[in-house]
């Protein structure tokens, strides 16, 4: 089951710019139709090596299959949590790449919060707040801490 408004379903949410990160600017602020979207292997403390890093990011970066939708959610590190786009996957699993630590797979953005982004809806207004990112990994809508609302998304 996926979460559906103005005729759009969103199967998954995504966090880019984790708070660990403590970025001070917003990614994929341009007037781009389409981009790479990045599964990052983040250094950490945890117990993996490396490579089970890079297989888990694969594993999650081929998850989603073209046409399907994703509510992009970022941190900025004087703004917080922001929903600031949805885009939806336009190549296939198998066309996943890898390049410097990072899995990328090609999305096209369907809606994108109004500059400045620092206004864009907060995470907690459109996911609820029982629900905390752990990580860039997708994370399905039907999650039982996830209380979407898509109703605060501004559609013009």
Known sequence: MAAQYNHLTIKYLKLINHITCKRKEWSHDKDDKEFDLGWVINEDSGKLT??????????????????????????????????????????????????DDTWTRRVRIIWRAENPWEKAPLTEDVIGKKFSFRSGNLVSVDAPTIDLNLDKLKFE
Request: proline share 2%; hydrophobic share 30%.
């Open 50 to 99: 490396k490579e089970d890093k890079i297989k888990r990011k694969k594993v999650d970066a081929k998850k989603a299959i073209k046409g399907d939708l994703i509510l992009l959610c970022q941190n900025n590190h004087f703004h917080g949590h922001h929903a600031t786009h949805i885009v939806e996957i336009v190549d296939e699993p198998d066309e996943a790449k890898y390049r």
